[in-house]
């Protein structure tokens, strides 16, 4: 009876560290992918630039267009469905359970004074020195959990910058 009892106890044992290590690795597939999605976001982003400008020497933003490769970017690279606003949805085929929330999107360009300059966002906790013109961006969602238990919000934010 002991040994059956120390089985049912190494079983379960193992049952709660495979639960655990599956979210664990849950988790950081999340972070990664939304990490990789969002730097190629604020990339494709950081393309449309105001050529007009351009001729003149200055990075100015076109933000509409900006916001629009943005969009697409995020959508195609991590099967997302654009809903109201900044708000996404996963696509069927997404690995994602939960909608995205694109949290704060910044321009920040030859418009807005001069390089090197101090970036402070104290509400996401981001403290950059920019070097030339850049896109700041923060994105959030839970993650996805194979098995019960509450999924961790995850909040990614990328600073990308154009260097002189």
């Known amino acids: 009876m002991a040994h059956s009892l120390k089985v049912m ?13 599956y979210n664990l690795d849950s988790d950081r597939t999340s972070t990664r992918q939304m990490k990789n999605g969002l730097e190629l976001a604020v990339h494709d982003a950081a393309l449309a630039l105001d050529n007009s400008q351009l001729s003149q020497g200055k990075v100015v933003f076109d933000q509409w267009e900006a916001v629009e490769n943005f969009k697409a970017s995020l959508e195609a690279n991590l099967a997302l469905e654009s809903g109201a606003g900044y708000v996404y949805f996963p696509k069927e085929s997404s690995y994602y359970q939960e909608p995205f929330y694109v949290e704060h999107l910044e321009f920040i360009d030859d418009d807005d004074g001069s390089f090197p300059q101090v970036y402070s966002n104290p509400k996401y906790d981001i403290l950059d020195t920019l070097n030339g013109p850049s896109i700041i961006a923060v994105v959030s969602t839970k993650s996805p959990r194979y098995f019960a238990g509450e999924g961790i919000t995850i909040r990614k934010s990328v600073v990308y910058e154009y260097y002189d």
């Open 9 to 21: 106890f190494l079983m379960l044992l193992f049952a709660g560290i495979m639960i655990m290590q």
